[in-house]
């Protein structure tokens, strides 16, 4: 099962959003998932706890404390702009 960290500035709307369309997602390619919200203040005990596969945060994260994960930058999901496009390289990092 791949982990997937979805993370905002709230945990809570932005998040919500990106964790619906990436589950969506990985439902269509038959990718077993699992997901993580957090806000960007608990990444690094998210990792520690939680392991993800993938970081994907909503908005400006530090990538020093993503601790070598890949990181997807989702601001996308926010803005409606290159959604396709940010789904395809989360998609390309877990299957690989």
Do not use: W, Y
Not at 38 to 64: H, M, R, Y
């Amino acid at each position: 099962m791949k982990k997937i960290l979805v993370c905002c500035g709230s945990s809570m709307v932005t998040s919500t959003v990106a964790l619906n369309n990436i589950k969506e997602a990985c439902q269509k390619a038959g990718i077993d998932a699992s997901f993580g919200q957090c806000k960007f203040a608990e990444v690094p005990f998210q990792i520690k706890t939680f392991n993800p596969d993938v970081i994907v945060p909503t908005g400006p994260l530090d990538e020093s404390s993503a601790g070598g994960i890949p990181v997807v930058k989702g601001i996308s999901f926010v803005t409606g702009v290159g959604i396709d496009k940010t789904i395809a390289e989360i998609l390309d990092i877990l299957k690989s």
